[in-house]
Structures are given as C-alpha cells and as structure tokens.
C-alpha cells in the first residue's frame, strides 16, 4: 500500500507508524468519567468501507497525516495533515456544526 506524505509525495506502508482511529474524540484527560473512558478505550466500530485514521511517516519526514482509506480495498481517498484536521474540527465546534 503506498501513502502519498503531503511533503515526500507516494511512500511504501513500511515507513509509516498507525496512531489510530480518527473517527473518535477522546475525553478530556482530566476527566474522571469512567463511562467516557471506557467507550474511548473498548468500544469500536469495525467499519466497511470509508474510514478516517491517523497515521506518523514515521520513516521519513515524521508528519502527522490524517488519511481516508477503505477497509475494504485499502485504496486512499485522502491525505492530510493532522494539524489541519484538527483545526478544522476546532472551527466546526465553535460554529456549533458536526466535527
């Protein structure tokens, strides 16, 4: 599978490192809600199709990218910065929209 690193262009899966799913939002870490904490650690949703996941180019220039890809086909839909997704997600909550 190749990933196409917004900085080093198409790379080989192996220099990169998975750091997670990216469909789901993490409790605040001074929560002490364990209902939150225990949803954000065990449950998952084992999807078919789409799926948004972050990954580290580990092997290269160490970006952090967002990337869309079918757990079906493993074909790439979408990759960006991290950084910017979070942005973006930040901006869609202040306007009381879906992140």
Same mark, same amino acid.
């Given at each position: 599978?190749?990933?196409?690193?917004?900085?080093?262009?198409?790379?080989?899966?192996?220099?990169?490192?998975?750091? +997670?799913?990216?469909?789901?939002?993490?409790?605040?870490?001074? %929560? @002490?809600?364990?209902? &939150?904490?225990?949803?954000?650690?065990?449950?998952?949703?084992?999807?078919?199709?789409?799926?948004?996941?972050?990954?580290?180019?580990? +092997?290269?220039?160490?970006?952090?990218?967002?990337?869309?890809? %079918? @757990?079906?086909?493993? &074909?790439?839909?979408?990759?960006?910065f991290a950084r910017e997704h979070g942005e973006l997600k930040h901006q869609e909550r202040r306007k009381g929209g879906k992140a």
């Amino acid at each position: 599978m190749l990933i196409t690193c917004p900085y080093c262009g198409p790379r080989d899966l192996s220099e990169y490192t998975y750091q +997670g799913d990216a469909n789901r939002t993490r409790p605040d870490p001074a %929560s @002490t809600d364990k209902d &939150a904490w225990y949803s954000y650690v065990y449950e998952r949703v084992n999807t078919a199709g789409e799926h948004r996941e972050f990954w580290q180019h580990s +092997g290269g220039c160490r970006s952090h990218l967002l990337v869309t890809r %079918s @757990t079906l086909t493993h &074909a790439i839909s979408f990759v960006g910065f991290a950084r910017e997704h979070g942005e973006l997600k930040h901006q869609e909550r202040r306007k009381g929209g879906k992140a």
